[in-house]
């Protein structure tokens, strides 16, 4: 985000808004969270992803206690989905990256040319590849998750480790998990 507001000449994003680029499309959250003209969004999604793709996804650390709950999941028979407003090729790098992708069944993202963005969209994509799943339930941690689930009229956890738990209620999550361990107790009831 760093990146692409400096080379647009606008001023370094806040902590606060770094925060709050996680979760929406990239073009929406340029537009909306640091305010760049919509002429101008094209220019900032390129050198985001220049930046992203050469490296950068790379960067990222997996939460304690991830890898053991999708185990679990799968172990107990569980179709996993990844279902992510980042671009699919992006996604599949970074869980290839981290070893997260022999843990899930599939990856849903965005299209890289913003056609497909939308939380809803990515959902739609993960239930029609496993028609055969039961009982979907979406886990996510922005409100982008709830409302993507409920489009589809699928509950969602709360993942409230992530970068804004407080929202995650407001925005309608059937529970909140304070941690990945949480989530197969909530499952349950859900």
């Given at each position: 985000m760093r990146v692409a507001a400096a080379e647009l000449g606008r001023p370094e994003?806040?902590?606060a808004q770094l925060r709050d680029m996680?979760?929406?499309p990239l073009?929406?959250?340029?537009?909306l969270v640091l305010g760049v003209p919509p002429a101008d969004v094209p220019r900032a999604v390129a050198a985001y992803r220049a930046?992203?793709?050469?490296?950068?996804?790379?960067d990222v650390a997996v939460y304690d206690g991830v890898p053991e709950l999708l185990a679990?999941?799968?172990?107990?028979?569980?179709?996993?989905a990844v279902a992510t407003s980042k671009p699919e090729p992006f996604a599949v790098r970074v869980l290839a990256h981290t070893g997260l992708d022999r843990l899930v069944d599939s990856v849903h993202g965005a299209t890289l040319d913003g056609a497909v963005r939308h939380k809803d969209q990515v959902v739609a994509a993960a239930l029609a590849a496993h028609p055969e799943g039961r009982d979907p339930v979406?886990?996510?941690d922005r409100e982008h998750d709830v409302l993507g689930a409920a489009a589809h009229g699928l509950p969602c956890i709360g993942a409230g480790w992530g970068p804004a738990p407080d929202e995650l209620r407001s925005a309608g999550a059937a529970a909140v998990a304070?941690?990945?361990?949480?989530?197969?107790?909530l499952l349950a009831g859900v």
């Open positions: 994003p806040t902590p996680v979760g929406p073009q929406d959250g340029f537009a930046h992203y793709s050469a490296g950068a996804l790379l679990g999941l799968r172990a107990a028979g569980a179709v996993l979406l886990v996510g304070g941690t990945p361990a949480a989530v197969g107790v």
